[in-house]
Structure formats: C-alpha cells, structure tokens
C-alpha cells in the first residue's frame, strides 16, 4: 500500500553525490523538453527521435540498417537488407506503439513486449530462457548469467522492488536497466528490452520520456555503456551504471531541446485570417502555409514534409476547406490547391 515502507528484496546500489546532483538537473530539463515537444513541430520531433531510438537500440545489438532505412520501413517503403535485419525493426517499431498501453511494473507486459520484440527471430519469444545463457567478448566469457530456474524468481523480487520502493524514479529505472542486463532473462533480446524498460519506466515519471531518444547517446558511447555495466558487476553494486545513465538522460534532454525542425517552412499566414478562426490550431496553420508554398502538393506529402499522419493531415485540410479557406482542383496526385481567401493583410 502507498505509504507503508518496503521491506523486500532490494538490489544492491549507492547512490553517489554526482547521481543526486544528476537527478536535481534532470528534474529542472524535464519541463524544458516538454515546452520543446508543445512547438508546432512537435509531431515531427517525435516521429524523428522515434526513429533516433530504434535505430541506436538495434545498432547497438548489430544491425547495420540507417536511420533512413528504418524511417522506410515504418512507412512501408521497399528496402533491400537482410531479412532478419528488416524484421528487427519492424518488430521494433510494433514493439514502440505498444508503449502507451504497457504498464511498466507488470512483468507479463515485459513478456508480451518481448514477444513482438523478438517475434519470427528467436524461438518461443515472450518467455523467460529456460536454459544457460552469457555475454562473450569474442571467445571470452564476460559475464555468466544466473541459473535459468532461478530467472522466474529473480525477476518477480525485480518487479516487486521497482513497484513498491520509494527511491527516486530515476534512480529506480537505472538499477532496474542494469539488474536486467545481469540476470539476462532471456534468450536474446535483453540489451533492446532493458533499454526500452527503463525509458517505459521514466515515462510514469513523465510522458516526455516517450520521446527522448536516450538509446542515441548511448550508442554514441557504446564502450562506456558496457564499461559500466562491468564496473557495477565487479562492485556487486550498479552505482556506477547509475551514474552512467543518469548523465546520458540528462545529455539527452538537453541534446534533443534543439531548435525547431520546421524553420524553413515561412509562416504566410496573416494574423487577420488567423484572428477570423481563433479555433484553429498552430498545426493547422502550418498546413496552410505549406500548400501557400506548394500549392500542387499532396497531403502524404504534407504529412511527410511536417511528420504527420494522413489522417491527421486530411483533418487539418478538411477545416480550411470547411471554413472556405482552400479547396482542391483535379485528383489527389495530380491536381492543385487554390486559396479562395484573399493572403493580403
């Protein structure tokens, strides 16, 4: 019950001076970052760090795909890569929608994220290995995992201190991250699986971490990542890895703050036409000033230029319609937009 002291298991970690000084930064970013993603190109941002994600994520555990690669895929364009590589990303990307509706303290929706994560790759995906697994440095044996019939138990005292223990929720998620990675409980997919555990974790902290590509600084310093893994096994205590993550949720938040995506794009737009539609969102406006720009542009392209849905770019051209402000000569591909409002002040 909410309240009462926890008095189970407990992993073995410190909390170092630099990660309560690293928490109090991050604290202050958060709000920052949240700002940033409100910006008219906010759904642009998402889609990109989105697609920043799953590639660092899959490049750290080898897949040689881009960045551009991925982003072809999640719009079903053809890519030629090997299949497997191809089907680590679309599993990647199912596994990334589910975000909202998993619950991070409930170990059967680790199972089921697991399931679509590793679906058509490994064999029996969503369940815990039932045999000895490590992590080998070329033919060298870095880290032996804990017995496979202790992986059930060891994973419910996890998941049991995660939910009830009062530490900070940064300080939770990290301790979580390397827990995970040490007891390795499954047969692949643990480094993906940990990485985007402890971004689901830090989203109940605050709906930002959805969309902060933190797995992007950590591919950027891979080594020190692994270095502090084994730093944390040696001290049997994960303070260091703490440490290591913390600062890269930090970077991150400062890093992906960036300057707004859409610079290019003018705004010519007058102030009267958007002061007669008050009800109109930014967004809206945007899409208008996009087809003042290209006037035989389509709405896939629109949705491409600015990161959005064709639904919700259909929505954003069907209030300008309504509202008399555009309408559309000839087909979707090849026709063109004439503006019915007058654009001079």
């Known amino acids: 019950m909410k309240g009462e002291k926890y008095n189970g ?58 960045e551009s690669q991925v982003l072809d895929i999640l719009e079903g ?34 199972l089921k994220a697991h399931g679509v994560m590793m679906q058509g790759l490994i064999d029996n995906p969503g369940h815990f290995r039932r045999g000895e697994v490590g992590v080998f440095e070329g033919d060298k044996c870095i880290h032996l995992a804990p017995p496979a019939q202790n992986v059930p138990g060891l994973m419910s005292d996890l998941f049991g201190w995660l939910k009830h223990a009062s530490d900070h929720l940064l300080i939770r998620s990290c301790v979580f991250h390397y827990e995970f990675e040490f007891i390795h409980p499954f047969n692949d997919g643990n480094g993906r699986m940990g990485r985007m555990w402890q971004s689901l974790i830090l989203g109940r902290l605050n709906p930002v971490f959805e969309h902060l590509p933190i797995e992007n600084l950590v591919y950027a310093n891979q080594q020190s990542y692994y270095k502090a893994i084994e730093a944390s096994t040696q001290n049997a205590d994960s303070g260091p890895f703490i440490d290591f993550m913390l600062n890269e949720v930090l970077d991150s938040l400062k890093k992906y703050q960036g300057e707004p995506l859409m610079t290019e794009v003018p705004d010519k737009v007058p102030d009267k036409l958007k002061s007669l539609h008050p009800e109109f969102s930014d967004t ?15 709405a896939i392209e629109i949705g491409k230029r600015m990161g959005l849905s064709d639904r919700m770019v259909r929505k954003h051209i069907a209030l300008l319609r309504n509202a008399d402000i555009i309408c559309r000569h000839g087909s979707n591909k090849t026709g063109y937009w004439e503006i019915l409002k007058n654009m001079e002040e």
Do not use: C, M
């Not at 309560?20 to 906010?42: F, K, N, P």
């Not at 364009?77 to 991070?104: C, D, G």
């Open 284 to 298: 809206t406006w945007d899409v208008l000033a996009y087809i003042l720009e290209n006037p035989q542009g389509t």
């Open 9 to 66: 298991y407990v992993p073995p970690f410190t909390v170092s001076p630099l990660a309560v000084s690293l928490v109090a930064e991050i604290s202050a970013q958060i709000e920052r970052y949240a700002i940033r993603l409100e910006q008219t190109d906010g759904l642009h941002l998402r889609k990109a760090n989105r697609i920043k994600t799953i590639h660092s994520s899959l490049a750290i555990e080898g897949n040689r795909l881009s």
């Open 77 to 110: 364009k053809h890519v030629v890569a090997p299949p497997r590589e191809i089907q680590e990303v679309r599993n990647a990307i199912r596994t990334y929608e589910l975000y909202p509706s998993l619950n991070p303290f409930d170990v059967k929706d680790l």
